[in-house]
């Protein structure tokens, strides 16, 4: 395996796990809030806190993958 598909498949991982991240802080964010209810999570701010914190976590994730350095 070269180093630069070994690259490849280390930056597809990362992007995923960032857009999962991001799409479980949405969902948890709307459960704190008491948008989303279904759970033992919906209506507790703490779990909006935590989802707010892995969103970011996840955004960050994605644009630090997908930044586009000047050549």
């Known amino acids: 395996?070269?180093?630069?598909?070994?690259?490849?498949?280390?930056l597809d991982i990362v992007?995923?796990?960032g857009a999962v991240m991001f799409v479980i802080g949405i969902v948890w964010i709307l459960q704190g809030v008491n948008i989303l209810p279904g759970s033992f999570m919906t209506g507790q701010i703490v779990w909006a806190e935590r989802g707010a914190a892995a969103a970011v976590v996840g955004l960050g994730l994605l644009v630090a993958v997908n930044w586009r350095r000047p050549a």
Request: overall charge positive; aromatic content about 0%.
């Open 15 to 17: 992007r995923v796990l």
């Open 1 to 10: 395996m070269s180093s630069s598909l070994i690259g490849r498949v280390v």
